[in-house]
């Protein structure tokens, strides 16, 4: 496709409206500078492509248009480093769902700054850089890291690809299939969708037709639903028209109404509940999670599917029922320690423990591990599925993961919990990610990551935390790093002769690295799925030609059976005849024949053998590529979930010191920053929008 192209010619190409080299000619005509309403306008002078068809792809083009700005305005925040591809690729992808579902689209620069990821700043100058709209830039003294930087201004502009193209396309403007002949000199299309058939007449066309043999040739294409009344058809055959413009000779009817998919849950089943700093600076925690068992053969989780009062299924131009649309797509799976229900409707548990839902969605039942002392050498790593109880330590070098864990300390482990994580002392070098609350009594020189909130009964000393919660210090939060979207409360921070701290409030960092992570998981997924691939397509090729060889060995090993049983004829015949040299010389056939035989039938026993393990191999490939196209769209779902749930819970750029923040501490909050320049007592920092922008303000507790 040229770069330059109109998307209009691209559209109208691929669906077989007009050839490529008369759209060739059309460009030339127009010119250098011609574009989709040039193009348009000469289309419809011309009465090249049928008016509806036209509508259609005119639309599709305005959408596509914008999608392009969008690609480039993704492009660009990738670029000038203020956002990740990632959440790039996340956001463009809700909003092509949006586009599918004829939902009005929202701006991706809008959907990441509610979201937390980019700041407002940022997207208006990157819409003023594609002049989509004109506010003023940025001004020099930017209050953030990255606005700070010269910013390249490279090429604006992402042009899609022709397959780009047609896979953003909703599916009611990927109109028409090619064109076929049904009868001599009538041409018919489908749409893609199903939905519609056109005819038009060419060249050849018998105007004195009956209607009857213009319906059985729609049958016989399996266009038998929604076909015009016949005199509307045969006013059509006797029409002298309908050679450029196409005529509508069928029409599905769409599905009325829609169904509105609810999950009700028989426990508690939110992710977290991370704590929510209020007025006064405190955490409320009335309704922390609650462990709670459930006997086995409980019902977890309930689906219903509601219907509206006039809902009505559809049928498409092939006879096919077209069920009523789900509105709402939400994960309904059963994991380990638990089963599905006859209907599909339910979810219900097959052993006693604790019911949890994942990130993905997925509902489990998990037990509880008690481990005697300490993970270290004894023990050796602790990976367990459910949730685990450590009487003792975590020593240097061992691994333990689980869902909620509980533990007394950890000095340089490495700790992974699909929940919380809660430690009656502390954690010393030690990384932990946690998709619940991390509670301890002290924190040092590790790195924290977790979803909910940190909450520390002593001190944070050199270390990094960075949590989708609050972060709440009773002590002292000394030389660290902290990003707490819901904000920090701390008694000191700093002190006189260590590193400043550097605090980020309101951003979502935790979903920035995550989403980060799950990308590279993506990534190394589609290159097992190539490898695995490229081993099938070897395997396949392997077994076609072993069953080549196990056909021809078969028939070598006919043809010789039939050659011994006439060379064994020969024989009975020629007994008492006396033909002593003859008699030898088809001896000696037979038993070369049966040489051989023996031969080729070990061959092809090897063949057959070769075969059947080729095929074992090939079932064995399949059944990774299967888990591996499982687990990319489990991954998937949980970037949809991680997103959703980010975008429903909007951060909270606040900072309170109870006692004392001293001087060079730098705050952070979603579109500006400060640094102090002296020691302050009682004091809370927000970030608020005066007349010059957004800016951090301090007031007294």
Known sequence: MNQNQPILAVLAVKNHLIPQTEMDNILGKLGKDASDASLG??????????????????????????????????????????????????????????????????????????MGFLTKRQRDYVLHLQKRNQPSPP????????????????????????????????????????????????????????????????????????????????????????????????????????RTNSFKVAKGTPPKGNQQVQIEYFFSADMFKPGKLDDQGKIDYKETRKIVQVPKGTVLAKKTVSETEDQKAGIDIFGNTLEPVQTNQLLFKAGAGTHLSSDGLKIIADIKGRPTRLLSGEIKVIKTFTQEGDVGYKSGHLDYDGDIQIKGGIQSGFRVSGHNINVVNALGARITAQGSLNMTDGLIETTVYAQGDVMAGFIRNSKIRCMGNVIVTGEIVDSVIICSGACSVKGSLISSDVSAKKGVIAAIIGTQSTKPCRIQVGKDSFVHE??????????????????????????????????????????????????????????????????????????????????????IEKKLNQTLTANEESEKALSAIDELLSQSKEDLEGIRNQMKRLIQWSMEDPGKPVVRAIDTVNTGTRIQGLESQTILKNDMTAVVFSEVKGTSGYEIKSSSL
């Open 41 to 114: 306008d000469y289309l419809e002078s011309r009465q090249l492509v049928p008016e509806q068809d036209l509508k259609r792809l005119l639309k599709a083009s305005r959408i596509l248009n914008t999608r392009q700005k969008e690609f480039a305005f993704g492009t660009m925040l990738v670029r000038f480093g203020f956002i990740n591809q990632s959440v790039v690729d996340l956001a463009l992808q809700q909003q092509q769902e949006a586009i599918k579902k004829r939902q009005p689209p929202q701006r991706i620069g809008d959907m990441l700054v509610s």
């Open 514 to 599: 995550e989403l980060e992570d799950y990308k590279k998981q993506i990534t190394a997924i589609h290159q097992k799925l190539k490898s695995d691939g490229e081993k099938r397509q070897s395997l396949q090729n392997q077994a076609q030609q072993l069953q080549y060889e196990g056909t021809r060995l078969a028939y070598e090993q006919d043809t010789a059976q039939i050659a011994l049983k006439e060379y064994e004829n020969q024989l009975a015949q020629l007994e008492g005849t006396g033909k002593e040299n003859k008699i030898q010389d088809v001896e000696y056939e037979i038993s070369c024949l049966q040489k051989n035989i023996q031969y």
């Open 139 to 242: 001004s020099s003294d930017s209050s953030t890291e990255n606005d700070e930087q010269e910013l390249p201004i490279g090429e604006t502009c992402l042009t899609l690809s022709e397959d780009m193209i047609m896979e953003e396309i909703p599916e009611e403007f990927q109109t028409l299939a090619p064109p076929i002949t049904i009868l001599p000199g009538l041409q018919l299309q489908t749409a893609e969708d199903g939905m519609s058939a056109y005819l038009t007449k060419a060249q050849g066309f018998n105007r004195d037709m009956p209607v009857q043999e213009l319906k059985d040739a729609l049958q016989k294409e399996s266009v038998i639903s929604g076909i015009l009344p016949d005199d509307m058809l045969e006013g059509f055959i006797g029409s002298s028209g309908f």
